[in-house]
């Protein structure tokens, strides 16, 4: 079993910056390992992914304002999150060894932005 714990949300004007930070219990440097965030009312949906190759994606409505990066010795990934906007305010979720489905999530943190 694998323990994802994530850190860094928080409550933010917009326009301003978080960073979020996902520590694996053990080493998935052969997984691909990403964010998710889900909105009140909303499905969850893929925020950003990082693959062991270090291909990266990222979904339309965050690009150029999110990065996502990878300290593979410390089993950890980051989300850099810039000129936020209300509308991500959301649970942000890391999850691990993504295949059709990620098979190991966090337990979710929250990201509230305010105008």
């Known amino acids: 079993q694998v323990q994802l714990d994530e850190s860094g949300g928080g409550s933010v004007q917009a326009g301003g910056s978080l960073r979020l930070s996902c520590v694996a219990s053990r080493d998935l440097s052969r997984c691909a390992m990403a964010w998710y965030r889900q909105a009140p009312g909303k499905e969850r949906e893929s925020v950003s992914r990082?693959?062991?190759?270090?291909?990266?994606s990222y979904t339309d409505s965050v690009k150029g304002r999110f990065a996502i990066s990878r300290h593979i010795r410390n089993n950890t990934i980051f989300l850099q999150m810039n000129n936020l906007k209300t509308e991500d305010t959301a649970v942000y979720y890391c999850?691990?060894?993504?295949?059709?489905?990620?098979?190991?999530w966090g337990q979710g943190i929250q990201v509230t932005v305010s105008s």
């Open positions: 999850a691990a060894c993504i295949y059709t489905t990620p098979n190991y």
């Open positions: 990082v693959n062991p190759d270090g291909s990266i």
